[in-house]
């Protein structure tokens, strides 16, 4: 898939969700390729040059459970990133959605281990911490296979003030309860995230609904 940022700008968006670090958008290009655009809604802690060293870092990372930065755009007031669109949307939705069928357990145990091979491969391959790993951050394609996303921003963005309270609040349901006294996220802290998404998947519950660790 090739395409210019006129291309980009020229093409119809659809709002999708919101993540912690911005508004992630479906965007349909002219001539019908969809992708997947998020609008970054903090500021960002590095440098220019800093960040676009990183961000072709993270453009190279190829995992069939990562979701992958393919394009990038910064300017002194917008900053977007391009992905592969996931027209299954977030596991959260997947998960929650009332009008959706019941999801089965194999799918469920399929899910499971794609998202801990995705972070796996983060820990060991790309010595990345996630630090804010949630079920709205993993997406799903069409097969259901359930790719990471927002990885390696912990560490460029600053969370905007006016972000939605909701996603926050989810964020929290999350977090390593030690996560607080520490200066910042670490490979254990990512591994208690992926132990809500576990349970989340096992119970159908939601964090933002009920603390599912005392739940259980």
């Known amino acids: 898939m090739r395409f210019s940022l006129k ?3 020229r093409a119809s968006a659809e ?6 670090y911005g508004n992630y958008y479906k965007a349909i290009l002219e001539d019908g390729d969809e992708v997947a655009v998020m609008r970054m ?3 960002l802690v590095k440098n220019q040059r800093e960040v676009k060293d990183e961000l072709t870092l993270l453009g190279e990372i190829r995992h069939q459970n990562l979701l992958t930065i393919r394009a990038y755009y910064m300017s002194s ?4 990133f391009v992905y592969d669109y996931m027209p299954k949307g977030s596991l959260a939705a997947f998960l929650h959605d009332r009008k959706r069928t019941p999801v089965d357990w194999s799918t469920r145990m399929k899910i499971a281990k794609g998202v801990a091979k995705g972070l796996l491969s983060l820990h060991t391959h790309h010595n990345i911490i996630h630090g804010n790993l949630t079920s ?3 997406l799903l394609d069409n097969n259901i296979n359930p790719k990471i996303s927002d990885f390696g921003f912990s560490e460029l963005i600053t969370i905007a003030p006016n972000s939605n309270v909701s996603a926050t609040a989810g964020v929290l349901g999350y977090q390593a309860p030690e996560l ?12 208690y995230s992926l132990g809500v998404i576990m349970l989340e998947l096992l119970t159908g519950k939601s964090p933002g609904e009920v603390e599912l660790s005392k739940w259980v």
């Open 15 to 20: 709002l999708m969700g919101k993540s912690t």
């Open 7 to 9: 291309d980009l700008l």
């Open 180 to 191: 607080s006294k520490l200066p910042k996220a670490d490979t254990k802290t990512d591994i």
């Open 136 to 138: 709205s951050n993993v």
């Open 41 to 43: 809604g903090g500021e």
């Open 77 to 80: 007031d917008e900053t977007l």
